[in-house]
């Protein structure tokens, strides 16, 4: 071959392989990132979805199965990544399991366990003994919370432990009667759990605990035992963790752990489990178990922040944290029904006559709501303050489904009590509120 021959070839390759890493290029910039699940009730920690449109039914191809891996008992809502999802199990009843699984396939990329089991009283057996905290993910560690009042950071990449904390040994406190629930919130550098009877603040790269605050010190039945999850919101210009405990909602200033705000919310036992939820840019929503549905409003005066009752309603939630869709709330009731309150008034939109599961887990896609009853079945639904807008429903899983649902993007992960199921659901047509095809 001459050198001219040999020279133009050359050119040629060189050329392909410029516009080969051109076009990948532009194909990396112009591809968005996959959509995560990366806490307790999603991105936004408030049951909001954004991305794909969803589709207008559940049956049929609608809603497809790609893969179902079977596991431990387990009440952990399922955290996605980008390539993988972290599970949570309870073995034998006296270890407790946590598993990175492929995104794509479900194949196991690793797995860590420790002793960890709670005897619960029998009031509340029926519901089980196995973990129930949902993890956190900050794209490099995953924080779980483990039944015997413990936190533990793991390397997400390969499960290798970076600490650890046992809050009944660092501060005498007993172990929660129901064992830990409360799901634990990632903010900048720190973690902010509901343990050891009290807010807690750790240092997420070390473990240091920080500060405790909102101590509840009633140490009658089921002590230590607060259920709900933190939050972090900005209130009156204020940022802070709204936490809500078995007898109080307090907003707690992030850095210090001053208490800036705090009010009663009256409940049967103590069992405040609802996640509380932020309206707007002064207002807080929360219901309790035997209480009643609050609004309370936060204002500054002064040095110092204000908190009012806006309004109160009979209404009771029980263990399904509620969805702020536009000025009304969507809530899944004690008594099993579903209802639809104005949240400026507080005055009752309409009820359901029918009753459903014990349980919703619930998030929202602009008007759509999606909501996993415990007995398997999935409900589409519009938010309509008008009245129930049920669109579909369909039965899932004929095991029980306690766990949060996750959804990221065409992805829908249903937590079985002995498995996760991943389906993958048709888009729809394009939608005049998109103006494009999602």
């Given at each position: 071959m001459s050198?001219?021959?040999?020279?133009?070839?050359?050119?040629?390759?060189?050329?392909?392989?410029?516009?080969?890493?051109?076009?990948?290029a532009a194909g990396a910039e112009s591809a968005e990132p996959r959509s995560i699940w990366p806490q307790w009730r999603g991105p936004s920690r408030d049951g909001n979805v954004e991305g794909l449109a969803w589709p207008e039914r559940l049956q049929?191809?609608?809603?497809?199965?790609?893969?179902?891996?079977?596991?431990?008992?387990?009440?952990?809502?399922?955290?996605v990544a980008p390539d993988r999802v972290?599970?949570?199990?309870?073995?034998?009843?006296?270890?407790?399991?946590?598993?990175?699984?492929?995104?794509?396939?479900?194949?196991q990329l690793w797995q860590v366990?420790?002793?960890?089991?709670?005897?619960?009283?029998?009031?509340?057996?029926?519901?089980?003994?196995?973990?129930?905290?949902?993890?956190?993910?900050?794209?490099?560690?995953?924080?779980?919370?483990?039944?015997?009042?413990?936190?533990?950071?793991?390397?997400?990449?390969?499960?290798?432990?970076?600490?650890?904390?046992?809050?009944?040994?660092?501060?005498?406190?007993?172990?929660?009667?129901?064992?830990?629930?409360?799901?634990?919130?990632?903010?900048?550098?720190?973690?902010?759990?509901?343990?050891?009877?009290a807010l807690v603040k750790l240092d997420k790269r070390s473990g240091k605990v920080l500060w405790r605050s909102v101590v509840d010190k009633d140490k009658g039945e089921a002590y230590a035992s607060a259920v709900s999850s933190p939050l972090m919101a900005t209130l009156a210009g204020k940022r802070q963790v709204l936490v809500q405990n078995r007898k109080i909602l307090a907003g707690v200033d992030p850095d210090t752990g001053e208490v800036f705000w705090q009010r009663e919310v009256p409940s049967y036992r103590g069992t405040n489990i609802i996640t509380p939820t932020r309206y707007g840019d002064h207002s807080i929503v929360t219901s309790a178990f035997g209480g009643r549905t609050f609004r309370f409003d936060v204002t500054a005066k002064e040095r110092s922040l204000q908190v009012r009752t806006a309004w109160d309603n009979p209404a009771q939630g029980y263990m399904s944290s509620p969805l702020v869709i536009g000025d009304y709330l969507y809530m899944h009731l004690r008594n099993q029904r579903f209802t639809c309150l104005d949240l400026r008034s507080g005055k009752e939109r309409w009820i359901t006559s029918g009753t459903f599961g014990k349980y919703w887990s619930m998030a929202s896609r602009?008007?759509?709501?999606?909501?996993?009853?415990?007995?398997?079945?999935?409900?589409?639904?519009?938010?309509?303050?008008?009245?129930f807008d049920?669109?579909?429903?369909?039965?899932?899983?004929?095991e029980e489904t306690w766990a949060h649902l996750a959804i990221c993007g065409d992805e829908l992960y249903i937590r079985e009590l002995n498995a996760l199921a991943v389906y993958r659901w048709s888009s729809p047509s394009p939608r005049k509120e998109d103006g494009r095809r999602p």
């Open positions: 050198s001219n021959v040999r020279s133009r070839r050359q050119r040629v390759i060189a050329c392909c392989w410029v516009v080969a890493t051109l076009l990948v049929g191809k609608a809603i497809q199965l790609l893969w179902r891996v079977e596991l431990g008992p387990s009440y952990s809502g399922p955290i972290f599970v949570t199990e309870t073995q034998e009843k006296t270890e407790e399991v946590v598993r990175a699984l492929d995104r794509g396939t479900g194949k366990r420790w002793k960890g089991a709670v005897t619960v009283p029998a009031y509340a057996r029926s519901n089980g003994e196995w973990i129930r905290s949902t993890p956190a993910y900050d794209g490099e560690a995953v924080y779980v919370g483990g039944m015997r009042d413990v936190l533990v950071c793991l390397e997400a990449k390969d499960g290798h432990e970076r600490w650890r904390v046992d809050f009944p040994a660092q501060f005498r406190t007993p172990v929660p009667t129901l064992g830990l629930v409360s799901s634990p919130l990632v903010d900048g550098d720190a973690v902010y759990i509901v343990a050891s009877a602009k008007d759509r709501i999606l909501a996993l009853d415990q007995r398997g079945k999935l409900y589409l639904i519009r938010a309509n303050p008008e009245k049920l669109l579909d429903q369909r039965q899932l899983s004929d």
